[in-house]
Every structure is written in C-alpha cells, then in structure tokens.
Nanobody, 125 residues
Framework: QVQLVESGGGLVQAGGSLRLSCDAS????????MGWFRQAPGKEREFVAA????????NYADSVKGRFSISGDNTKNTVLLQLNNLAPEDTGVYYC??????????????????WGQGTQVTVSS
C-alpha cells in the first residue's frame, strides 16, 4: 500500500516562501504524474502543479506560474513544491497526490488514485 505524506506547511507573511515535501512510503511505485492540489475553506480542491515520472514535463495552474516550482526524485519517491512570493490567496490545505493509472492526465483530481493527508499553508497579509 502506497502512502503519501506531506510536510513543510506553516504560517508565512505575504511575499515569503515555503517548501513543501511529499514522501511516498510503502514500496517503490511508478506513476504518470505526481501532483499538488490545494483547498481553501469553502472552496473546491484545485490543481496547483504536477510533474511526470521522468521529471521533464511539468504543468502549473496559471495562478502560480512564475512563483511555484515543482521537482521530483523518483528514485527517492519524493516530490517537492517550492512556493515563492506567497500571497494570502495561496492559503489552504495543500495535498500531494499520485496519478498511477491515467497517462497524459495531470490536472483533474479524479485521475489521482493516492492522496496524502494534507499540510496547511497560511499566508498573512
């Protein structure tokens, strides 16, 4: 059974930075995409960024392009999300997820089969 565990969330002032980490445990597994999603109170879960197994293909939500950066090491089953120039609207619970069965799909949460428990990111103004 693959388990995903996020870490690195916290409270930061606007303009600050955080680095989120997602570690997969249980056994080595392959995936088509590892993604980060976030959910603010009262809102639906939304796509933030994704990276494919090779690490050569990445995808970002328009709202985070130029500020967030995703990277991965499939030999260590670790995916990082660097969050720079944070704004209050970036506040939410950030989830790591793995798409193991749907090639070419990186944005929709429905295509991700494994999810972490989430880590809270709070950005104060």
């Amino acid at each position: 059974q693959v388990q995903l565990v996020e870490s690195g969330g916290g409270l930061v002032q606007a303009g600050g930075s955080l680095r989120l980490s997602c570690d997969a445990s249980g056994r080595t597994f392959r995936y088509y995409f590892m993604g980060w999603f976030r959910q603010a109170p009262g809102k639906e879960r939304e796509f933030v960024a994704a990276i494919d197994w090779s690490g050569r293909s990445t995808n970002y939500a328009d709202s985070v392009k130029g500020r967030f950066s995703i990277s991965g090491d499939n030999t260590k089953n670790t995916v990082l999300l660097q969050l720079n120039n944070l704004a209050p609207e970036d506040t939410g619970v950030y989830y790591c997820a793995a798409n193991r069965f749907r090639p070419g799909q990186s944005i929709l949460p429905a295509y991700y089969s494994n999810w972490g428990q989430g880590t809270q990111v709070t950005v104060s103004s």
